[in-house]
T-cell receptor
């Protein structure tokens, strides 16, 4: 069964450094998402992406964040200057389409630790 | 704003006990409802979903959930749990006009003892 994959599984960085989290969505999917889960808190939506554009973003997704689909397979989340509060598990998801009936499939997550 | 509440944060059961996890959402329009499960060390997996039709939906591994529109609820049930059901369970909703943005509940951590 096709799966969403994410790399790395764990990233440790110093405050102020840039990080890029990578995701490979399921190959025939067209819609991509990033969510995050701070330890002990809810899974929160960050951004959705389609046709090389952001479809929707939450208030968490400020100017420090950006997303890109640099080639036909990868989908990346960049945090320009990490803060301590960016420490969280980041999940990538993809879906075939964006209708209400479309299921999002999640990757295993990248645990980001900002020191 | 749309939100999802899961009433039980931690549930401990013995094998063969019945399970019901509560989930309520706040949104007046059309919603689709999901339960995801996260086994220890693994990623979020879809357990079941409700889009329309029969409000009682059956998912994988013997789980089912009932959508009660008047109560804004989508509770997850399993008649007899197994040790392998130990996991965290997340209720999520997708609201009309939300570009498929999932709104999650806080999760319920289930521990099943042999």
């Amino acid at each position: 069964e096709p799966e969403v994959t994410q790399t790395p599984s764990h990233q440790v960085t110093q405050m102020g450094q840039e990080v890029i989290l990578r995701c490979v969505p399921i190959s025939n999917h067209l819609y991509f998402y990033w969510y995050r889960q701070i330890l002990g808190q809810k899974v929160e939506f960050l951004v959705s992406f389609y046709n090389n554009e952001i479809s929707e973003k939450s208030e968490i997704f400020d100017d420090q964040f950006s997303v890109e689909r640099p080639d036909g397979s990868n989908f990346t989340l960049k945090i320009r200057s990490t803060k301590l509060e960016d420490s969280a598990m980041y999940f990538c998801a993809s879906s075939e389409a964006s209708g209400l009936t479309d299921t999002q499939y999640f990757g295993p997550g990248t645990r980001l630790t900002v020191l | 704003a749309q939100s999802v509440s899961q009433h039980n944060h931690h549930v401990i059961l013995s094998e063969a006990a019945s399970l019901e996890l509560g989930c309520n959402y706040s949104y007046g329009g059309t919603v689709n409802l999901f339960w995801y499960v996260q086994y220890p060390g693994q990623h979020l997996q879809l357990l079941l979903k409700y889009f329309s039709g029969d409000p009682l939906v059956k998912g994988i591994k013997g789980f089912e959930a009932e959508f009660i529109k008047s109560k804004f609820s989508f509770n997850l049930r399993k008649p007899s749990v197994q040790w392998s059901d130990t996991a965290e369970y997340f209720c999520a909703v997708n609201c009309s006009g939300g570009y498929n943005k999932l709104i999650f509940g806080a999760g319920t951590r289930l521990a099943v003892h042999p």
